[in-house]
């Protein structure tokens, strides 16, 4: 199997945001990724607005439609306000995370044994709007499993300590363990896996080669970044060979 790329515009937005102007536009850099094969486009439009905008979400989703490849992805807290964005936009896919609305950034998995029965209900209401579901998970195999009493289709592995031993082997190696244990046992439950958070062109094979399985990665940071000196198309090819997808 190849691991897919779903390119997170969330950067993108947040550039655009520093100014009362249409540019970057979210719209037209999607476009440029779509067409460079990306397999789909992620969005997490939090309640303050500060990358994605809700205004965002449908015209994102009209332009994904066009693609009869590609998928979107919508994350978030599982709050009224989302399920009505979800409603709305009808994503392929809702990656539910354990934000609060003042964090940064996703910065850990859910709670799955404390959060088990909040977490089905709304599980079960997101995949009756058409929605895989899947939920983002610390590199911890002994709860992961768990997840999958929730409803959910799959895990989305929480890879930002990978990403920061950027400068440390053998903690990288250390951290590409717990991955690996964490991704088996999920697969071991029936639970499909998608990994993301700081993963780079440099990291993601020593990753895919340890995990061969994982069936997609969302990028936004790094990717963005290196738009930023490839072209976004030439960093969407980079990011697609990274993941061993034959271009």
Partial sequence: ??????????????????????????????????????WGITVHPRPDERHIRRSDVLPLAQLVAEFPHAEFNIEGYPDDRLEEIVAEARPHQVTLVPDDPSQATSDHGWDFAAKHNFLKPIVARLKGMGARVSLFADADASTITIARDTGADRVELYTGPYGGTHDDPAARDREVDKLQAAAEAARDAGLAINAGHDLTVENLPPLIARVPFIDEVSIGHGLTADALIHGMAETVRRFRAACGDTL
């Avoid at 655009?16 to 067409?35: F, K, T």
């Fill in 1 to 38: 199997m190849t691991t897919k790329l779903s390119v997170n515009v969330n950067a993108i937005a947040q550039l655009r945001n520093r100014r009362d102007l249409p540019w970057p536009s979210v719209v037209g850099l999607s476009r440029i990724a779509l067409e460079a094969g990306a």
